[in-house]
């Protein structure tokens, strides 16, 4: 099992600045690959970014891509999200969560953060 705690949500103004952390318990942290994902109210969750297990590849959503950065730190067990030049339709809450080496897809999410960007 792994346990995962979102942080970093709130209220920002459209063009500024978040960064997200999700931080990790329960089982070796290193051995699953990242990812975060968002769902604004009334559509559907989607992909935003992933890492793998040990940083050497990281894929975004187009729509992010330049704006947002994912990182990890497998000492803390963290992995984060930076959001730049927010914009009031990624109004979201994030959700982080964690896909084993050979797993499908994620086994494990986080409860979420609130993110509301403010025109």
């Known amino acids: 099992q792994v346990q995962l705690v979102e942080s970093g949500g709130g209220l920002v103004q459209a063009g500024g600045s978040l960064r997200l952390s999700c931080a990790a318990s329960?089982?070796?942290?290193?051995?699953?690959?990242m990812g975060w994902f968002r769902q604004a109210p009334g559509k559907d969750r989607e992909f935003v970014a992933t890492?793998?297990?040990?940083?050497?590849?990281?894929n975004y959503a187009d729509s992010v891509k330049g704006r947002f950065t994912i990182s990890r730190d497998n000492a803390k067990k963290t992995v984060y999200l930076r959001l730049n030049n927010l914009n009031p339709e990624e109004t979201a809450v994030y959700y982080c969560?964690?896909?084993?080496?050979?797993?499908?897809?994620?086994?494990?999410w986080g409860q979420g953060t609130q993110v509301t960007v403010s025109s």
């Open positions: 969560a964690a896909k084993g080496l050979t797993a499908a897809k994620y086994d494990y």
């Open positions: 329960g089982r070796t942290f290193s051995n699953y690959a």
């Open positions: 890492i793998n297990w040990s940083d050497s590849s990281r």
